[in-house]
């Protein structure tokens, strides 16, 4: 048998706690790079105003070390673990709550997480995180984190169609499901859709969609035509930065495709906000 690599667990909440801190405080560079080319094309006034708006705000965050937005969101964090790697000790989800909890605390981010959803209360840390793990070749283990603001999240919907729905349907349903958001989701959006699995694996599909590198066109490039074609249909809705209107409702759309039963066509549209905020370090 092959010998295992070993992780600390210790190592593993660390990062997630360096990588709540910056992705709070710190936008993506290709994201602040999309804020600056829908400024530089948006014909509407008052969209690049916005856009103009926003560039400014992400400086600011930056420099003054301060959360680019009041709602800090949920943590979703994904873990991907090489088959050939080993823990040095038991409790690796609990050390991810303990990383979001030192990152919320010590950042001083908004705790948005109630204990239960219809008693509600605060659980005062942003804990527990929504925590994903995926088995995968090699012995590296990969920590991609979200922090996920609700007004985007609220607008996200989920149906499973009747095949005969086809690609038109699904192009259908995304469109209206954009429009139906407007200003609510604070566009400019980023739009994970997921395509195929069954009702639990289509919203993870569109979630997993949402973390791609910003613009990264998928490998197919069936899925990768589709991806460009629907961008700019979504571009077409007139919602525009922050509902407004103008061109720029969206600056990403990413799609996750998977296998699926012959009598369903299960879709996903994951909304992101103009915050879209992650980060993803390898251990
Ligand atoms: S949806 Fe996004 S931009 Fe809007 S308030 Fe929430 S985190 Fe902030």
């Excluded at 010998?3 to 593993?12: C, E, G, H, I």
């Excluded at 590296?140 to 149906?159: H, L």
């Excluded at 289509?202 to 035509?225: E, F, N």
């Excluded at 922050?242 to 720029?248: D, S």
Aim: aromatic share 4%.
């Amino acid at each position: 048998m092959e010998a295992l690599r070993t992780v600390s667990v210790d190592q593993v909440r660390d990062t997630v706690r360096d990588l709540y801190t910056a992705a709070c405080v710190v936008v993506n560079p290709e994201l602040k790079r999309a804020y600056e080319k829908a400024r530089d094309e948006e014909p509407s006034p008052m969209g690049r105003e916005i856009l103009s708006m926003l560039v400014e705000n992400v400086e600011l965050a930056e420099r003054e070390r301060l959360p680019m937005c009041q709602d800090t969101g949920i943590a979703i964090v994904f873990l991907e673990i090489g088959e050939e790697v080993r823990f040095d000790r038991l409790g690796l989800v609990d050390a991810v709550h303990e990383g979001v909890r030192q990152a919320w605390k010590g950042a001083l981010l908004r705790a948005s997480l109630v204990k239960d959803p219809l008693r509600r209360g605060n659980t005062g840390d942003n804990t527990p995180a929504m925590v994903h793990v995926d088995l995968v070749p090699g012995d590296r283990v990969t920590i991609r984190v979200g922090a996920k603001g609700t007004g985007a999240e609220n607008m996200s919907k989920t149906k499973i169609m009747s095949p005969s729905a086809g690609v038109e349907g699904v192009k259908k349903f995304l469109l209206e499901t954009v429009q139906a958001a407007g200003p609510n989701a604070c566009p400019p959006l980023v739009l994970g859709v997921g395509v195929g699995g069954n009702f639990e694996e289509v919203t993870l599909l569109a979630k997993k969609a949402l973390y791609r590198p910003l613009g990264q066109p998928h490998p197919d490039p069936y899925y990768a035509d589709l991806e460009r074609a629907w961008l700019q249909a979504v571009n077409r809705l007139g919602v525009g930065p922050q509902g407004l209107g103008g061109r720029t409702t969206a600056l990403a759309l990413h799609i996750e495709a998977k296998p699926c039963h012959i009598g369903a066509l299960p879709v996903a549209v994951n909304i992101d906000c103009h915050a879209h905020r992650h980060k993803e370090a390898v251990l």
